[in-house]
């Protein structure tokens, strides 16, 4: 069975800041990974995908993820955050039946 | 190229009604997904149709349903509507299996 956890709730970060969203995954197989961020109000947009390959990806936005398979983790990251990126950030595992994490909430303080 | 449309974004429903809520997907996309949002569960999984297939289906009761059209058009429905049912339902398409969804931005139920 797959599943998805993102153990961090809520992170704040100062504007300018460096961000990094923690995602462990649970999967039988090579994961299909997937960061998503969903504004208020709004249904849910990709950031960046891994599904072979380079390790590191990048994404749009400015963010980038690396996965580790000896960790289980695909970890999202952004050197520089901006106010707009105050969002709710959703790591998924599977294409076939994803699983979502639970989500982490950003909030940006100037 | 148009996103996913859902339809309608609002809605005001009692307990015992049934509804319907529509998606659009993508040009090209096979693939509809649907996944009920709530702040307790998070998001979760209904059902995926493929060529209006059911292709995959969540731990929903049988009072979800959908059905997807030839032109890949999706609906979903919900019967006997119960409080918990209250929820941001989203769809998603995308071109077919193993490939990232593409979502809308939700249809808000309500239920009084």
């Known amino acids: 069975a797959q599943s998805v956890t993102q153990p961090d709730i809520h992170i704040t970060v100062s504007e300018g800041a460096s961000l990094e969203l923690r995602c462990n995954y649970s999967?039988?197989?090579?994961?299909?990974l997937f960061w998503y961020v969903q504004s208020p109000g709004q249904g849910l947009q990709l950031l960046l995908k891994?599904?072979?390959?380079?390790?590191l990806v990048q994404g749009i936005k400015g963010f980038e993820a690396e996965f580790k398979r000896s960790q289980s983790s695909f970890n999202l990251r952004k050197p520089s955050v901006h106010w707009s990126d105050a969002a709710e950030y959703f790591c998924?595992?599977?294409?076939?039946?994803?699983?979502f994490g639970a989500g982490t909430t950003v909030t940006v303080r100037a | 190229k148009a996103g996913v449309t859902q339809t309608p974004r609002y809605l005001i429903k009692t307990r015992g009604q049934q509804v319907t809520l529509s998606c659009s997907p993508i040009?090209?996309?096979?693939?509809v997904s649907w996944y009920q949002q709530t702040p307790g569960q998070g998001l979760q999984f209904l059902f995926e149709?493929?060529?209006?297939?059911?292709?995959n289906k969540g731990n929903f009761p049988g009072r979800f349903s959908g059905r997807q059209f030839s032109n890949s058009r999706s609906e979903m429905n919900v019967s006997t509507l119960e409080l918990g049912d209250s929820a941001l339902y989203l769809c998603?398409?995308?071109?077919?299996?193993?490939?990232?969804?593409?979502f809308g931005d939700g249809t808000r139920l309500s239920i009084l």
């Open positions: 998603a398409s995308s071109p077919g299996q193993n490939q990232p969804q593409h």
């Open positions: 999967y039988g197989a090579t994961p299909y």
């Open positions: 891994y599904f072979s390959g380079d390790t």
């Open positions: 998924a595992v599977g294409a076939f039946r994803p699983g």
């Open positions: 040009s090209g996309h096979r693939s």
């Open positions: 149709y493929f060529s209006e297939t059911q292709r």
